[in-house]
């Protein structure tokens, strides 16, 4: 004979375990995939930075991404005092940059670009700079303050990225996913032969 409470509960556990599946695919795959922020903000991002000395300063740069690759690169800057180690969140920080020589035998040029203060730190500085060209690039950071000003030079080594990696994190993703799909619905199932 067949049971209709029973027969609703088995309903009600698939609209469940599908919400779950589809909650979990939108969190693991949605968000990396194009759902984030489009915009990067904060030097927070940045995991390490370059530092030159330049007369009474030390001037920092980093990149998001920590190794570029051709496209939008973020860069995040400070300039410190040498003497004080403090940051200056008035300094007028201005990026240029020259790019490696391309197919045309002509050498990229970054103009001279203003970069502003964080909202969250003052006392960094972030622009996004495209750099679409594979290669060594030398960035100059001219600062000036009330105190003085000062310039100096960085390299920043754009390379190509290999397309395996992503593939192969994206396969492994999409396997653990797929076995914790099938371990939580084994275990389902177990839990009720115990409850009945």
Do not use: C
Request: proline share 6%; hydrophobic share 45%; glycine share 8%.
């Amino acid at each position: 004979m067949l049971n209709i409470s029973s027969v609703l509960r088995r309903q009600d556990s698939v609209h469940f375990g599908a919400a779950v599946v589809a909650i979990l695919l939108f969190a693991f795959l949605g968000l990396p995939l194009g759902l984030a922020p489009l915009s990067l903000e904060a030097n927070g991002s940045v995991r390490e930075y370059q530092k030159n000395l330049a007369g009474n300063y030390v001037i920092g740069i980093g990149t998001v991404p920590y190794s570029p690759s051709p496209g939008m690169v973020h860069f995040a800057s400070y300039v410190e005092n040498r003497e004080t180690k403090l940051r200056y969140p008035n300094a007028e920080v201005v990026l240029t940059g020259l790019g490696p020589v391309t197919d045309e035998q002509s050498q990229l040029v970054i103009e001279a670009i203003r970069m502003n203060n964080t909202v969250l730190d003052p006392t960094y500085y972030e622009l996004n700079v495209p750099l679409n060209h594979e290669g060594l690039w030398t960035i100059t950071l001219e600062i000036s303050v009330d105190e003085g000003s000062a310039m100096t030079v960085f390299e920043i080594e754009v390379l190509e990225t290999n397309p395996v990696v992503p593939i192969l994190t994206l396969m492994a993703l999409l396997g653990f996913l797929f076995i914790l799909g099938v371990s939580g619905r084994a275990w389902i199932r177990e839990y009720r032969k115990k409850r009945s």
